[in-house]
């Protein structure tokens, strides 16, 4: 497995959730990092990304409510997920980018109930 990803699970409106994925080091290291969503019935979503560098991009919906970060001695990358609301409900994936290809992670549900 290139890239594995933990964290989710059901929390009450308001409530607060991480997100992890662990890559492998050589993509890790040569990869900006992100998450997406895909809700039921809706397309996959930018939700958040953060570049080698460690700038970030986030959707408008989640902006100031969310926050990815890089632990690049871990190969880590962590969506903090707070004040979460119904309409985050999806499962989440984790996206490693480079030059050469995309890695995607299996998904994690995230279940947000009102």
């Known amino acids: 497995v290139q890239l594995q990803a933990s964290g989710g699970g059901s929390v009450q409106a308001g409530g607060s959730l991480r997100l992890s994925c662990t890559a492998s080091a050589s993509i890790f290291s040569q990869s900006d990092m992100g998450w997406y969503r895909q809700a039921p019935g809706k397309q996959r979503e930018l939700v958040a990304r953060i570049t080698g560098g460690g700038s970030t991009e986030y959707a408008d919906s989640v902006k100031g409510r969310f926050t990815i970060s890089r632990d690049n001695a871990k190969n880590t990358v962590t969506l903090q997920m707070n004040s979460l609301k119904p309409d985050d409900t999806a499962v989440y994936y984790c996206?490693?980018?480079?030059?050469?290809?995309?890695?995607w992670g299996q998904g994690t549900l995230v279940t947000v109930s009102s």
């Open positions: 996206l490693a980018a480079n030059f050469f290809r995309n890695y």
